[in-house]
Structures are given as C-alpha cells and as structure tokens.
C-alpha cells in the first residue's frame, strides 16, 4: 500500500554511483557504498576528481535523505498507521546510526585531502567550512544518544498529535478546534480555549518528563563534544557564523524596546473595539469588531486553485512552479484525524522535488500557510541545478525569508479569495500576526538561552524563569485564573522540544522579508527578480551575502528593527478596519 500522496516522481539526474535497485532501508546494501567512497577518495589525485568525489558522495546523500523524507512524510499523514510508523523509526534507528560514523569518516578523509586547497575557493568555501564543524563536533558515543533524542521527539509527537476533546458533542482535534477561537461570542471561544488548554494540562506532566529526558540527553551531547553547555554546542552546530548568543540577546531587546509598545498599541485597540475591561487569552484571536470569521474556501483543493491563481498574478516563476508541484501531487493540504499537526515543506533531495503538507481547515491562516510553504518550495526547486548537494539547502535564517517573502507578496492578491474589505481584513490580521510573533519569538528563544546555561535547575525555576519573560514579552493580557495554563504555555511550542534553538531564525528572517516587501513597494519587479536570484544560490554563499542578493541587510539589532516595526505600524494605519 502505498502511503505517499504521490508516487513516480521524475528523475532530475540519473544516478552513476548509487545502484538503481539499491534499498536504501538495508544496511547491508549501504554499507558497501560507503566502502567505495573511502576508497575513491583514497585513489582521487587532483581537484577535479575531488570534486567529482563530492558529486557522488551528494548523490548516496541525497538517496538517504530522500528515503528518510519518505518514511517521514508517509508517518505523518498517517500517525495512525503502524507500518508507517514503523518504517521511520527502522530508519531512524537502523540506518541513521550507522551512516552517521561514516559520514563523519567521509568529512574527515575529505578535510585530510591534499587537493583539498586546490578547490576554487569561491564554490567550495562555504562547504569547506560547514564540513569543517560537522568533524569537529562529531562523537561517536553521541550517535545513541542522538537516536533516544529522536526516539523522544517522535514521543512528543505522538502525544501531542493525539490530542482530542469534545466540544459541541463532536470529538475534536486540538488543531480543529483553533477556528473556535474566532467565534464572535465570546462564552463559546471561552470555552473552546479552556478545554483545549485544560486537555494540554492534563498531559503536563508528561510533557515535562518528556522535555527533562531531552535537556538531559542534550546536555550529555554537549558535554561529550567538549562544550560548557548545550547553547554554545548548538550555536556551533547550527553553523551561527555570522552571529552569536549576544546578538540574539540584542535582538530581544530590540523587540521588547521597538515592538513591544506598537503591539501594546494594538491590544489596547483591540480591548477597546471589544468593549472589554481586559483582553483575555480567548479574545486575541476574534475579530475586534464581531464581523463573522474569515472563510476563504471550504476545501483544501478549492483553496489551492485559489492560490495558483495569486501565483499567477505575482510572477511567470512562482505559477509555474507551483503548478509543478499540483501536477506531481507533491501537496497534502486537508486536516484530518490521523495526520500529525502543523505543516511542513520538506524537500525530496534525491528527485530535487519539494512536498508541502498541511492541516487546512477553512480558516484565513491557512492561506498563510500555504504561502508560507510554497515560499520553501519555490527555494527547492531554485536550486534543482545545484550539483552539489549541500549547496542545495539554505541556513534557515534565509530559508524563512523566502517563505516569509511569499506570504506578504502574495497577500497583495488576496482578492482571490475575498471581496476587498474583507481581503483587507486579513491583510490586517497578517500583519498583526507579524508584530505579535515577535515578542513570542523572543519569549521562546530567551527561554531557550536560560534553560541550556542554567544545568541542574529545578521544574520551579524553570516555570519561574518562563514567567518572568511572559510578563516581559506577553503585552497586557489578563491571565487571572488560568495562572497554571500561562506557567505551562511552552508545551504547546513544539520548536522546543523537536528543534532546540530552531525558533530566532524566524525572527531574522522575517526582517528580511519585511525588507523584500519593502522594496517591492519601491519597485516590484526588480525585488522580486533580487527574491528568485537569491534564491538560487541555495547555501552556496553565508548568510549576509544570501541578504545581500535579496536586496536585504543582515542585521537585527535596532537600528532594522526600529523602522521596520514602524513600516509595518503605518501599513497598519491605511488598512484600519
Ligand atoms: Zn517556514
């Protein structure tokens, strides 16, 4: 049976050193593919047959990663499928473990090379570098403990994705029940938000145990890699070349000095068209004046016509790789019990082909979303050229950009999907989004930077350090007798647990964003001719030059985010509802 929602994708470049049968699930069948790199590597005499050396080396990567990507999407469209679920973790416990040493003993003969110099600097750099930190962190007693990370994180998963409750005598899902929280009276979103934040308190303790097991098993990562801590370890391992943990904490302060006022700004506004005393944690998400919810489209294929139709309108590349992946079913849009929560874009590597999966209910963030997503893809299939398989992903920080980038152009269309002052509407909303997730954003990395430099802390001084930085970045928002709901709020951000770190890149990258948006208002086609070019270079180039080509600055401190909290304020004041 067949798992995957497509099937026969096309072949980009016909393998020459992976064999076409090849099951990439057996062991015994990789092992000897590795043998035969060492050996080539050995044999390789000059630059040029190194770089063919890291052709091939790509090539056996790429199959791996793409075989891994497989199992992984097939589980998550069917959590509920025991084969499936199996088939991952064979992988993540079987084949992962083993390729790691070898990957390692690839970079380090590579690093050991003689021609290795010889490489035109200009193309080989960045992977010289990258490779560089991959054998300087790599421990051979951290391949289990980086499985049992896994094996925890699918944990998480699992709970989290399970999660239902009954509302209006139906059994929901946590991700079904979001839209509840835009009903217009208030009692009924009161009592979606309380059931859906008492069904995730109920698991809290779980969801502590299961955290405590990976800031263990991340501390002991960091220890055996010869670091003080898990946040230098992960700052390193991230490749951060460009910034460090003193930046990210400018960054916060950036957003608590320039943001922090413009959005207490909006929730005062919102309290007041409301007609409340306090905003409560129910009433964020409702339409401040009681217009009915947005409700773009009903089902998830009418919403993906829709949003050819805004990829036609912004630009010949984006329609056209977007019709690509509607072609090639490289998208699963509907929500339904059994698929996993959220949504991703994960890319093919072997087929240099990008999927998007997503949880669409009906709801107006779903068009972000699928925005936000078909911004990843368009990046994958940017780089379809690039033959060097590192090269073909971006660091996030950029990755994000292209995403981000996508949801503010092609908001500009949203008349596909509404009548102007309702499109106008949801402009809006987006962009309070924006200002909001800041704070949030830095609320969770802040959050992040204290518990992998605070070891040995208690359960208490962790919840106390959380709440010192809601009451820091969570605007006026009236808790009051929910208090264990607001100490617990961080379960719900499963960056946390899944992807440690993995949360400031948005905040960079939406910077960078808010600059292609901003310079599109200058002159559309030049930014987005700078958008589709930078994103070609893949991660070719570090990340300030990836800015550069998109016509933005790298930089977060507050001289970028000043003026653009204020770009995004004015925006604010011409679409006033
Ligand atoms: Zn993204």
Redesign the pocket.
């Given at each position: 049976m067949n798992l995957l929602p497509f099937e026969n994708l096309p072949v980009h470049t016909p393998r020459t050193f992976v064999p076409a049968e090849c099951n990439l699930g057996d062991w015994s069948e990789l092992e000897p593919l590795f043998d035969r790199l060492e050996e080539a590597i050995g044999a390789a005499d000059d630059a040029e047959s190194l770089q063919q050396w890291i052709v091939d080396w790509g090539e056996l990567s790429a199959a791996l990663d793409e075989e891994s990507s497989k199992r992984y999407i097939a589980m998550t469209c069917h959590t509920d499928n025991e084969d499936a679920e199996k088939a991952y973790l064979d992988f993540v416990e079987n084949i992962d473990p083993n390729c790691k040493p070898r990957q390692f003993k690839l970079s380090s003969l590579f690093l050991e090379h003689p021609n290795r110099m010889d490489l035109p600097k200009d193309r080989f750099e960045v992977f010289d570098r990258d490779t560089a930190v991959h054998v300087e962190l790599f421990r051979e007693e951290n391949v289990p403990l980086e499985t049992e990370e896994s094996r925890t994180c699918q944990q998480y998963q699992k709970l989290a994705g399970s999660l239902t409750v009954e509302f209006q005598g139906e059994e929901k899902t946590l991700v079904q029940m979001g839209r509840h929280l835009e009903e217009n009276e208030r009692k009924i979103r009161q009592e979606a938000w309380e059931i859906v934040a008492d069904r995730r308190l109920q698991e809290a303790d779980k969801f502590e145990e299961q955290f405590e097991e990976l800031l263990n098993l991340r501390e002991k990562i960091a220890a055996n890699a010869g670091f003080d801590n898990y946040l230098d370890f992960a700052f390193r391992e991230k490749c951060r070349f460009d910034y460090g943990p003193e930046e990210c904490l400018k960054f916060h302060d950036a957003i608590e000095q320039s943001v922090m006022p413009a959005l207490r700004k909006l929730q005062a506004e919102r309290r007041e068209q409301l007609g409340l005393e306090t905003l409560r944690p129910w009433d964020l998400a409702v339409d401040p004046l009681s217009r009915p919810p947005l409700r773009p489209f009903q089902k998830a294929e009418e919403m993906s016509e829709k949003t050819q139709r805004i990829f036609d309108r912004l630009d010949d590349q984006c329609s056209q790789d977007y019709q690509l992946m509607r072609e090639l079913k490289l998208l699963d849009l509907a929500n339904r019990k059994g698929k996993a929560p959220g949504g991703y874009?994960c890319t093919l590597s072997e087929s240099r082909l990008p999927f998007i999966f997503m949880n669409a209910v009906g709801v107006q963030r779903d068009v972000e979303t699928i925005l936000?997503?078909a911004g990843?893809a368009f990046h994958a299939l940017a780089t379809r050229d690039e033959d060097i398989y590192a090269y073909r992903h971006a660091p996030i920080e950029f990755?994000?950009v292209a995403?981000m980038s996508m949801e503010l152009l092609g908001n500009e269309f949203l008349e596909e999907f509404y009548e102007t002052a309702a499109a106008n509407r949801a402009r809006r909303t987006h962009l309070e989004g924006i200002l909001s997730i800041f704070p949030w954003i830095a609320t969770v990395d802040a959050f992040q930077h204290w518990i992998y430099t605070h070891p040995g802390h208690s359960r208490e001084e962790r919840t106390a350090a959380w709440l010192e930085l809601m009451d820091r970045f969570g605007g006026d928002v009236d808790w009051s007798g929910y208090e264990s709901n607001r100490a617990n709020l961080w379960h719900r951000q499963l960056h946390i647990f899944l992807h440690p770190f993995y949360y400031v890149e948005y905040g960079i990258a939406q910077l960078g964003a808010l600059q292609v948006w901003a310079n599109s208002k200058e002159n559309k086609a030049k930014a987005l001719a700078d958008y589709h070019a930078s994103l070609k270079l893949g991660g070719s180039r570090p990340l300030p030059e990836l800015f550069e080509a998109a016509g933005c600055k790298f930089d977060f401190s507050a001289a970028t985010v000043e003026p653009l909290t204020e770009l995004v304020s004015e925006e604010l004041a011409k679409t006033t509802a």
């Open positions: 874009q936000h997503e990843h990755c994000e995403s």
